[in-house]
């Protein structure tokens, strides 16, 4: 109280009409901001509490409840913002780095948004995706550069391993420990049923999740938890992870108190001790040393499993990953600085990287200019939130894309940037057992099936109207995208032209 | 026959599936107006501590001992749902105490009520296995 107090963010609308006082509110919130008050017979609530999760919204069986941002607001002052003044009170209060969760949700401009897509009329046929058979399933992976015969003009087949996708989306990494055993088991099962692929996060695979290997990607990240032989072998690609796009240039931390049980056992480290990845790999300064990594996890996988490295999008992304096309490695996955995370410094969350449209353009020509396109695949991520996104991102030059934030919305996740808290009460971000089991794995993989599943009739439909019944032909097709209110500087990044061109 | 089954392993504790049966049995059209401010009387309970809960009605036993014990033949086997018949039952509560899963419990009159699975009301089918949030509860045949 006093100079310390911040008047709550959100208030809870409670309609006093509709309430019986069943009390589900209060159960189901981890933050304790619903009470019986027993001597008035009715529900009362703490805001100071609520992060806004919308879970007792969610469940109140009478829809008595809503939570609305506060209007007690300080003076108005376009420089001296609400936000930014309540951020300066908390540091003062704390002394400590501001945290938070999920992707930056500052308003930069979303290129998406900013870019349409064509379609067919009168010269040239569209197709009917219900009624033509339309090809949505990729390959990732190194792509040879021209047919090859033996001696007696026999055609040279053998690839270097590739990934399989029904359609070019696959679940990006989150980490056991990071997200629940639930919502793991979830991803993995939708994964398997989609025929698509799910990443493991540098948290090691959960024991009981070795049977969905093959639709799985590990992850090998500077902490190296839980790398293993087996841990290797167990999956269908390893993924070296050099950066994410919500916290380029900076590492992890899972604090102690979520060192628990399996999660202790499947990082390989003591119970309560905290799991803190460096923000380099310490053995990696140069494209050289990130090679020598590469044909390690080759050699130890047989040459069998593509390797993918992953990297945040940064200012000059496209030279780092012609660097990257040249050390062996098969795929790039880039994230976008609105990629999400289970807990990030606020302000590097909000000012570091760039956005993943204009990198992904950057990528693909650099790499298509110097003649390695298909050295390795693209895969992108970093806010890729409908099927509109994914056709776009193919169009710019992405072989896939990567989808977490979607996911872990369908799961049930409100968006509310309290992960790091551990208190989620959708059972998806935290380690509490009475929390994780809110999230019924059987529910939540259906709900992933159904998302992905209608992503892929979209993009068949989107697919159709541009005349293309294939996703390899839409690949780096820009040709099929137009600018909206870009600047010239911007157009040219993006390698597409101005509506109306 | 199917039958409502319960899933300890998911139960959240949440206590939905009380009010929903309350409600579908109360005849009203709104649930606030059919529950706000009264004790409320359902025919599934949630039982639970701290660590563990999970939700208990009838079991539709196909040899039920609550039948044989009724010693006012209220109640009654029809296709396998096992049902009671407020008009003849005198509360006595045997039931209760025969029942082996402790699935019974009187009305607010007294008399007996129980599980029907939702077949008598207007909900049509199990009104705890329409509204529980996490598939603790389901209805199916086993």
Request: with cysteine.
């Amino acid at each position: 109280m006093g100079v310390e107090f911040i008047y709550p963010e959100f208030e809870v609308i409670r309609n006093d009409n509709r309430c019986i006082a069943c009390r589900v509110c209060e159960r189901q919130c981890a933050n304790e901001v619903h009470f019986f008050n027993a001597e008035r017979g009715v529900m009362m609530s703490d805001e100071t509490k609520c992060v806004n999760c919308q879970r007792c919204v969610s469940l109140c069986p009478t829809r008595a409840l809503k939570i609305v941002k506060s209007d007690c607001k300080l003076r108005e002052n376009a420089n001296w913002q609400d936000d930014t003044i309540k951020e300066i009170y908390k540091q003062a209060n704390s002394g400590a780095v501001l945290l938070s969760s999920m992707g930056n949700p500052k308003p930069f401009p979303v290129y998406w948004d900013k870019i349409l897509i064509n379609a067919s009329q009168v010269t040239n046929p569209s197709i009917d995706p219900l009624r033509e058979p339309m090809e949505t399933r990729v390959f990732l992976g190194k792509k040879p550069d021209k047919v090859k015969r033996d001696a007696n003009g026999k055609l040279l087949c053998e690839l270097p391993p590739q990934l399989e996708l029904s359609l070019p989306v696959m679940f990006s990494a989150m980490s056991y420990g990071s997200i629940s055993y639930n919502a793991h088991e979830s991803l993995a099962r939708a994964a398997t049923e989609l025929g698509i692929y799910y990443n493991t996060g540098e948290g090691g695979l959960h024991e009981d999740f070795y049977c969905y290997g093959k639709n799985t990607i590990v992850q090998v990240a500077s902490g190296r938890f839980g790398v293993h032989k087996e841990y290797l072998e167990a999956s269908a690609a390893v993924e070296i992870k050099m950066g994410q796009g919500a916290k380029p240039g900076i590492g992890g931390h899972l604090p102690g108190a979520k060192i628990v049980g399996d999660v202790s056992r499947t990082r390989m480290i003591p119970e309560g001790s905290d799991a803190i990845s460096p923000a380099p790999h310490h053995d990696i300064y140069s494209i050289e040393d990130l090679r020598q990594l590469v044909f390690s996890l080759k050699e130890a996988t047989e040459y069998k499993k593509p390797i993918i490295v992953k990297v945040a999008a940064v200012h000059n992304i496209a030279a780092i990953a012609s660097g990257i096309a040249r050390s062996g490695a098969d795929i790039i996955a880039i994230d976008g600085f609105r990629g999400g995370t289970g807990a990030a410094p606020t302000r590097i969350r909000d000012n570091v990287g760039i956005p993943i449209e204009l990198a992904l353009a950057a990528v693909d020509q650099r790499l298509r200019d110097e003649g390695i396109r298909n050295n390795v695949s693209l895969v992108v991520g970093g806010s890729i939130r409908s099927a509109s996104d994914v056709v776009k991102a193919i169009a710019l030059g992405a072989d896939a894309c990567y989808i977490a934030t979607a996911a872990v919305l369908a799961l049930g996740c409100h968006l509310c940037r309290t992960c790091q808290s551990g208190k989620c009460n959708w059972g998806i971000a935290t380690q509490r057992p009475d929390l994780v089991k809110r999230l019924n794995p059987d529910i939540g993989s259906e709900r992933l099936v159904n998302l992905v599943k209608a992503w892929q009739h979209e993009i068949k439909e989107l697919m159709g109207g541009m005349g293309i019944n294939s996703i390899e032909a839409l690949r780096g097709n820009r040709l099929m995208l137009r600018g909206i209110g870009l600047t010239e500087k911007e157009l040219e990044i993006l390698g597409i032209l101005h509506a109306g061109e | 026959m199917k039958r409502v089954y319960v899933n300890e392993k998911w139960c959240l504790g949440c206590h939905l599936c009380e009010y929903n049966c309350a409600f579908a049995n109360s005849g009203m059209q709104d649930m606030a107006t059919a529950l706000k401010g009264k004790p409320i009387y359902p025919r599934i309970h949630v039982e639970e501590n701290d660590t563990i809960s999970y939700a208990v009605s009838c079991r539709h036993c196909t040899d039920p001992i609550c039948v044989k014990s009724c010693i006012a033949g209220a109640l009654s086997q029809e296709d396998g749902v096992i049902r009671v018949d407020p008009e003849k039952c005198v509360g006595c509560l045997t039931c209760v105490l025969v029942c082996p899963y402790g699935a019974l419990a009187p009305s607010e009159s007294g008399v007996m009520q129980k599980c029907e699975l939702c077949l008598q009301n207007s909900c049509g089918e199990p009104a705890c296995v329409k509204g529980c949030p996490n598939r603790a509860i389901v209805y199916e045949e086993r």
